[in-house]
């Protein structure tokens, strides 16, 4: 736990349906000083965020209608935004890793550590 150090600047989507989750994965991720974009409730929300502000990586514990889900999904492999998706449900193909419930936060901020150890994030 915290071998790998946290990315500088690093912008993370956070999507989780489930408040006391979300606020759970919020908090670990601040205390690791990675930025949150979010956290939000829903899809929807989320896909309009990156909009504006395109994130580094996301987190998302799937909600929403399927099209909602998948169109969110479609964009952040068309943007090459790595993600972790957490939840019961089969993870979709196309994004990268899956954690499934139960889990503790300090693993969700330790695939954004190491997704984002090879990457340059911008200022």
Known sequence: ???VPSPPHA???LIDDAGFERDYVHGVLTARGIE???PFADSRAGFAAIGNVPP???VVAWSG???DRQRLSDELA???IPCLTI???PRPVVLDTHLP???AAFQVAEWVCVALSTRVIAN
Do not use: C, H, K, W
């Open 101 to 103: 419930r139960p889990f």
């Open 11 to 13: 912008l993370v989507l």
């Open 78 to 80: 068309r943007r090459a």
């Open 87 to 89: 939840g019961d449900e």
């Open 36 to 38: 949150v974009l979010g």
């Open 1 to 3: 736990m915290n071998d």
């Open 65 to 67: 209608p399927p099209a």
């Open 56 to 58: 580094d990586a996301a």
